[in-house]
């Protein structure tokens, strides 16, 4: 079976049901996700979104000047400006669509994050992120326009250059949809659309420790990288200094807001030591923090330290950061009364699938938002909560552009085969795919965290060539299965990570490299685009 859609969205996060909401104004959106509509990065979000100015303490130039310092040299300041001039309306929308955010005395309560200057991050407890999700989800399965594809997942994009041909002389490749597999029936299908929004998150299971969830597989920028779209900056993955280290979780945060809020973080001896480290200490920008914590565990031999709030009263750490006191209260933790365990973990992908100022990729109507993009909003580094403010802004100038295209758009479905899958066999050696999963992510936690150095790089850079090889020989052999796709698509990811760090031959932001510790603006004050 093949439908066509005005709009087809592929992600349910924050970005692509504000993209969905707006966009079944204008036409039909088929919104693609592949697990249930609330799975996303967008449902943990905790510390909450930033927007500026909200109090007198505060203004747009302070919010782009933050955004920018974090971004050591390499964001895009126009695009800086637009989405931080659009904030207080993007908030102003949320709300419209029912979203909650605490209040203190009738005003927004206001919290404060690492590289922020002034208190400006709205939330809902610790909570933001469900409270978004849950509302956004509401409304999109209450519109009549709207076509959900629950448990469905984007194998691969059509363009025209791949399936129907490239005329001699064409340089703009243009899209026409998407092949997308039903998890439940494990059949291929091919959905059309004049707008393909790629939506589709970031890729933090490419590494070992991370806060992302299960559905963060670097899908849209491996698709897109196979469609011939430009990628950047991928040596950008942001580590956040504070996952709860604890055997029996894997991947729980503890917002940068219990810092913002007081939060002091210590060593085993219980002595604080970010201030040798950064003159903000706690609040330094993330980057700054996660290493100082990795050089301190590299000291001491340790795996982790301490994240301490117990100096704060009782009721407001409660009201304040209920689920994290209910998560760590479940393992056996009273944060009010004792340190939180925690470490350093993959968190976010500043690089992502190159787009301009309204979110289209160098393929034609082929658009990608939120954190499966690069705009030039981060930079080489992301100042907290400002990427759920990207994804509401970015969301609105992607339909903008769509809506300027003329009306009528050709799709030659007659040229765009049926996926073909006759040549596979069934895939009866599932421990394979899990053991390769394991060794990318290990390797990547390895030899391409937070410390990287040329040995490392380079070992990384041999290790998955051959891993990728033996997975794409896998993909075409066997019958495609979700977590083949994946697989797949992680070791792409894996893949333009290590290319991108090799070719950056200095230390900026995110990353750093121990035989090249200084900047170098002469050489690399630029984008890595592959
Ligand atoms: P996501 O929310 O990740 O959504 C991606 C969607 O794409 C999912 O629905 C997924 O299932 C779907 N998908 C992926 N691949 C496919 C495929 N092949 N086919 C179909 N569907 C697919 N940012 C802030 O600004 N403030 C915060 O407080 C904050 N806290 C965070 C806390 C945590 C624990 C994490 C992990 C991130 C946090 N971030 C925060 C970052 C922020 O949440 C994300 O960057 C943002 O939500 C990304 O939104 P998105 O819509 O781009 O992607
Ligand atoms: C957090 O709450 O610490 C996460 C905020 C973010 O990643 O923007």
């Given at each position: 079976?093949?439908?066509?859609?005005?709009?087809?969205?592929?992600?349910?996060?924050?970005?692509?049901?504000?993209?969905?909401?707006?966009?079944?104004?204008?036409?039909?959106?088929?919104?693609?996700?592949?697990?249930?509509?609330?799975?996303?990065?967008?449902?943990?979000?905790?510390?909450?979104?930033?927007?500026?100015?909200?109090?007198?303490?505060?203004?747009?130039?302070?919010?782009?000047?933050?955004?920018?310092?974090?971004?050591?040299?390499?964001?895009?300041?126009?695009?800086?400006?637009?989405?931080?001039?659009?904030?207080?309306?993007?908030?102003?929308?949320?709300?419209?669509?029912?979203?909650?955010?605490?209040?203190?005395?009738?005003?927004?309560?206001?919290?404060?994050?690492?590289?922020?200057?002034?208190?400006?991050?709205?939330?809902k407890g610790d909570y933001t992120g469900q409270e978004i999700q849950?509302?956004?989800?509401?409304?999109?399965?209450?519109?009549?326009?709207?076509?959900?594809?629950?448990?469905?997942?984007?194998?691969?994009?059509?363009?025209?250059?791949?399936?129907?041909?490239?005329?001699?002389?064409?340089?703009?490749?243009?899209?026409?949809?998407?092949?997308?597999?039903?998890?439940?029936?494990?059949?291929?299908?091919?959905?059309?659309?004049?707008?393909?929004?790629?939506?589709?998150?970031?890729?933090?299971?490419v590494y070992l420790i991370t806060t992302n969830p299960d559905t963060?597989?670097?899908?849209?920028?491996?698709?897109?990288?196979?469609?011939?779209?430009?990628?950047?900056?991928?040596?950008?993955?942001?580590?956040?200094?504070?996952?709860?280290?604890?055997?029996?979780?894997?991947?729980?945060?503890?917002?940068?807001?219990?810092?913002?809020?007081?939060?002091?973080?210590?060593?085993?001896?219980?002595?604080?030591?970010?201030?040798?480290?950064?003159?903000?200490?706690?609040?330094?920008?993330?980057?700054?923090?996660?290493?100082?914590?990795?050089?301190?565990?590299?000291?001491?031999?340790?795996?982790?330290?301490?994240?301490?709030?117990?100096?704060?009263?009782?009721?407001?750490?409660?009201?304040?950061?209920?689920?994290?006191?209910?998560?760590?209260?479940?393992?056996?933790?009273?944060?009010?009364?004792?340190?939180?365990?925690?470490?350093?973990?993959?968190?976010?992908?500043?690089?992502?699938?190159?787009?301009?100022?309204?979110?289209?990729t160098s393929i034609s109507r082929l658009f990608a938002i939120g954190?499966?993009?690069?705009?030039?909003?981060?930079?080489?580094?992301?100042?907290?909560?400002?990427?759920?403010?990207?994804?509401?802004?970015?969301?609105?100038?992607?339909?903008?552009?769509?809506?300027?295209?003329?009306?009528?758009?050709?799709?030659?479905?007659?040229?765009?085969?049926?996926?073909?899958?006759?040549?596979?066999?069934?895939?009866?050696?599932?421990?394979?795919?899990?053991?390769?999963?394991?060794?990318?992510?290990?390797?990547?936690?390895?030899?391409?965290?937070?410390?990287?150095?040329?040995?490392?790089?380079?070992?990384?850079?041999?290790?998955?060539?051959?891993?990728?090889?033996?997975?794409?020989?896998?993909?075409?052999?066997?019958?495609?299965?979700?977590?083949?796709?994946?697989?797949?698509?992680?070791?792409?990811?894996?893949?333009?990570?290590?290319?991108?760090?090799?070719?950056?031959?200095?230390?900026?932001?995110?990353?750093?490299?121990?035989?090249?510790?200084?900047?170098?603006?002469?050489?690399?004050?630029?984008?890595?685009?592959?």
């Open positions: 079976m093949s439908s066509i859609f005005d709009f087809v969205v592929i992600g349910s996060g924050l970005a692509g049901l504000s993209f969905a909401i707006r966009a079944s104004k204008y036409g039909s959106v088929a919104l693609i996700t592949k697990g249930k509509i609330e799975e996303s990065n967008s449902f943990y979000a905790q510390g909450g979104i930033a927007a500026s100015p909200l109090s007198d303490e505060d203004s747009v130039e302070k919010h782009i000047e933050d955004t920018i310092k974090a971004g050591d040299g390499l964001c895009n300041t126009e695009v800086v400006r637009t989405i931080i001039e659009e904030s207080k309306q993007a908030i102003e929308e949320l709300v419209s669509w029912n979203v909650e955010f605490d209040r203190e005395d009738g005003n927004f309560h206001l919290t404060r994050e690492g590289g922020h200057s002034a208190r400006r991050i709205l939330h849950t509302k956004l989800s509401e409304i999109v399965r209450n519109q009549k326009n709207i076509f959900i594809f629950e448990e469905n997942m984007a194998v691969d994009i059509i363009t025209k250059f791949k399936f129907v041909g490239r005329k001699g002389g064409e340089v703009e490749d243009e899209c026409y949809g998407a092949y997308i597999l039903n998890k439940r029936t494990g059949s291929i299908e091919t959905i059309f659309g004049k707008f393909v929004i790629l939506a589709t998150g970031g890729a933090g299971k963060a597989t670097g899908d849209g920028v491996a698709m897109a990288k196979r469609a011939g779209a430009k990628i950047a900056n991928m040596e950008f993955y942001q580590f956040h200094p504070t996952v709860l280290y604890h055997h029996k979780e894997k991947n729980f945060l503890i917002s940068e807001a219990v810092r913002g809020e007081g939060g002091i973080i210590r060593n085993k001896n219980g002595e604080p030591f970010m201030k040798k480290y950064h003159p903000m200490g706690e609040l330094a920008p993330r980057d700054i923090v996660a290493r100082a914590i990795d050089m301190e565990l590299k000291k001491s031999g340790e795996d982790h330290v301490y994240l301490d709030i117990t100096h704060l009263p009782k009721d407001f750490i409660i009201k304040r950061f209920p689920k994290i006191y209910q998560k760590c209260l479940s393992l056996g933790i009273d944060i009010t009364k004792e340190p939180i365990p925690v470490a350093p973990g993959a968190h976010f992908m500043c690089g992502g699938v190159l787009t301009d100022s309204y979110g289209e954190e499966v993009a690069y705009n030039g909003f981060h930079g080489a580094n992301r100042l907290a909560s400002n990427s759920l403010l990207e994804c509401v802004v970015m969301s609105k100038r992607a339909l903008k552009k769509c809506l300027e295209y003329p009306k009528k758009i050709h799709i030659p479905q007659e040229d765009i085969p049926p996926w073909k899958s006759e040549k596979t066999i069934p895939q009866d050696e599932k421990i394979l795919i899990s053991h390769t999963w394991d060794e990318i992510r290990r390797l990547m936690w390895n030899y391409v965290g937070i410390v990287r150095s040329e040995k490392r790089l380079q070992r990384a850079y041999e290790r998955i060539n051959i891993i990728k090889k033996e997975v794409i020989e896998d993909y075409w052999k066997y019958y495609v299965s979700p977590d083949l796709i994946e697989l797949r698509n992680i070791a792409i990811t894996a893949e333009l990570i290590i290319i991108s760090a090799m070719q950056r031959k200095e230390s900026r932001g995110t990353h750093f490299n121990i035989d090249y510790p200084f900047k170098n603006d002469i050489d690399f004050k630029k984008d890595t685009i592959l």
